[in-house]
């Protein structure tokens, strides 16, 4: 039997983007594309990295906002899809859950945060290891090459972008070390 659905105190305050209070569970969304835009809000004269998102409806009946993207997660998708430019950011599977006792300003919030999809018997999984510095990754990849790590050991602890897995994996078995 499915629990009933709640409305969160937040929904009478409307947003034009994605808040904590539209996530009820992480969930697998599908990034269109990313710009730079005034803040709809108008709070700020700022322009903001904005996620837009091909999934038109977050639930049924239910329009799907666009989603504001902090530093944390347009980090996490530069990290994903390998590019730190907004323009590569196009059709970008990732997952969106709510984090609770996110610093913001003074305050502690709930916020959003962006992890990469991982497939684990069937379900989607939420995965938002640290990213991996080009320092650690040049360490990396001198490891996978020599042996003394496995590519599966460096992702189970860092985030690296496919990019950088495909390099990895080229170095099996001794290949050459050149990034």
Aim: one cysteine or more; hydrophobic letters at 35%; a positive charge.
């Amino acid at each position: 039997m499915n629990a009933p659905v709640k409305t969160h105190y937040r929904k009478a305050f409307h947003s034009p983007y994605l808040s904590s209070a539209d996530i009820t569970e992480p969930t697998v969304l599908t990034v269109a594309y990313v710009r730079l835009e005034t803040d709809k809000t108008k709070k700020t004269k700022d322009l903001l990295n904005t996620a837009f998102f091909v999934e038109k409806e977050i639930r049924k009946g239910e329009v799907l906002k666009p989603m504001v993207l902090n530093a944390t997660n347009s980090k996490m998708i530069a990290a994903i899809t390998g590019s730190p430019f907004l323009e590569d950011w196009q059709n970008v599977q990732v997952v969106v859950q709510v984090v609770k006792g996110i610093r913001f300003g003074r305050e502690t919030v709930d916020g959003l945060r962006i992890g990469r999809v991982t497939h684990a018997q069937g379900q989607h999984q939420y995965d938002q290891k640290p990213f991996i510095t080009q320092q650690g990754f040049e360490n990396a990849c001198n490891a996978v090459s020599t042996g003394t790590h496995s590519i599966e050991q460096i992702l189970n602890k860092y985030s690296l972008s496919e990019q950088q897995i495909s390099h990895l994996r080229g170095l099996q078995g001794g290949g050459n070390v050149d990034s």
